[in-house]
């Protein structure tokens, strides 16, 4: 019989999801292969949104404006003006 010391696989797995996040948070997010941060979002309707880029996905883009994390969906977008 196989005894398993819950405590300490639950230490590992914590362990590796920290190094998971740690990696995904000094991974830089990129568009059409350029590194962005900071950017200004140009949408559709006219309005810009003046934000820090979190992370891009599919068809959508995670930013942090004014301490709120958004969900701009790229569609909505009309340009991106990267700031340096």
């Not at 948070?25 to 059409?32: A, G, N, T």
């Not at 404006?65 to 340096?84: D, M, R, T, Y």
Request: aromatic share 4%.
């Amino acid at each position: 019989m196989v005894r398993f010391d819950v405590d300490r696989l639950r230490r590992e797995i914590e362990r590796e999801q920290k190094r998971q996040n740690e990696k995904q948070s000094k991974k830089r997010c990129e568009l059409l292969g350029l590194p962005i941060d900071k950017a200004i979002l140009h949408l559709k309707d006219g309005q810009k949104l003046n934000c820090k880029v979190v992370k891009i996905g599919r068809y959508e883009i995670c930013v942090e404006n004014n301490g709120k994390q958004l969900i701009v969906f790229k569609h909505a977008i009309n340009f991106i003006e990267p700031i340096s």
